[in-house]
Nanobody
């Protein structure tokens, strides 16, 4: 199986930036969609962003579009979520997810096979 390790969270002031990383290890399939989800206390886990296996296409939730940028480095089996202009509403535990797939990004939580442990992002106002 593939193990995902997400990192990069922390405490930042509103308007600041953070870069989250998700590194895949173990048996890596090479071609897989990777996505980011987040879950705030008392709320459902929601889709944030996703990227196709070759980085050719990205999908963003409306709430983060224009502020977050998702990229991947397949040579390092790593994806990055650059988060700019952070808002207090972005405060949540962020989870990376992966699915062996060469098609379009899927935003459904249950579709993904592998998940990271989550990294906390806290944005102060």
């Amino acid at each position: 199986q593939v193990r995902l390790v997400d990192s990069g969270g922390g405490l930042v002031q509103a308007g600041g930036s953070l870069r989250l990383s998700c590194a895949a290890s173990g048996r890596t399939f090479g071609a897989y969609v990777m996505g980011w989800f987040r879950q705030a206390p008392g709320k459902e886990r929601e889709f944030v962003a996703g990227i196709t296996w070759n980085g050719g296409s990205t999908v963003y939730a409306d709430s983060v579009k224009g502020r977050f940028t998702l990229s991947r480095d397949n040579a390092k089996n790593t994806v990055y979520l650059q988060m700019n202009s952070l808002k207090p509403e972005d405060t949540a535990v962020y989870y990376c997810a992966a699915k062996p797939w060469i098609g379009v990004v899927v935003t459904t939580i249950g579709w993904y096979d592998y998940w990271g442990q989550g990294t906390q992002v806290t944005v102060s106002s």
